[in-house]
């Protein structure tokens, strides 16, 4: 059964720092794009962060590009997600996704359950 674990939220202060994980079983990370999401209440789902396991390639969004920085663990099949300089704007419900596909810009199959950060100011 393929199933994404995300964990490593958690409450911090404004210019803190949280490492998030997201843990894959059933599948490996061949070819697959493995991207992280977050959501606010009364928002849509928004993609930040994207890595492709195939030439390793990343993408970030506006938002936390020069922030945050994705990476990923082949060995324990874990994708990180580093979380550096938080802003309050950046409380939200954190999802990581995976797809096997060459491409950040796809359809996600496979979602992890989502891990809360909230930054104070």
């Known amino acids: 059964e393929v199933q994404l674990q995300a964990s490593g939220g958690g409450l911090v202060q404004a210019g803190g720092s949280l490492r998030l994980s997201c843990a894959a079983t059933g599948f490996t990370f061949d070819d697959y794009a493995i991207g992280w999401f977050r959501q606010v209440p009364g928002k849509e789902r928004w993609g930040i962060s994207c890595i492709l396991s195939s030439d390793g390639s990343t993408w970030y969004a506006d938002s936390v590009k020069g922030r945050f920085t994705i990476s990923s663990d082949a060995a324990n099949n874990t994708v990180y997600l580093q979380m550096n300089s938080l802003k309050p704007e950046d409380t939200a419900v954190y999802f990581c996704?995976?797809?096997?596909?060459?491409?950040?810009?796809?359809?996600?199959?496979?979602w992890g359950q989502g891990t809360q950060v909230t930054v104070s100011s």
């Open positions: 996704a995976a797809q096997r596909s060459r491409s950040c810009t796809t359809m996600y199959k496979y």
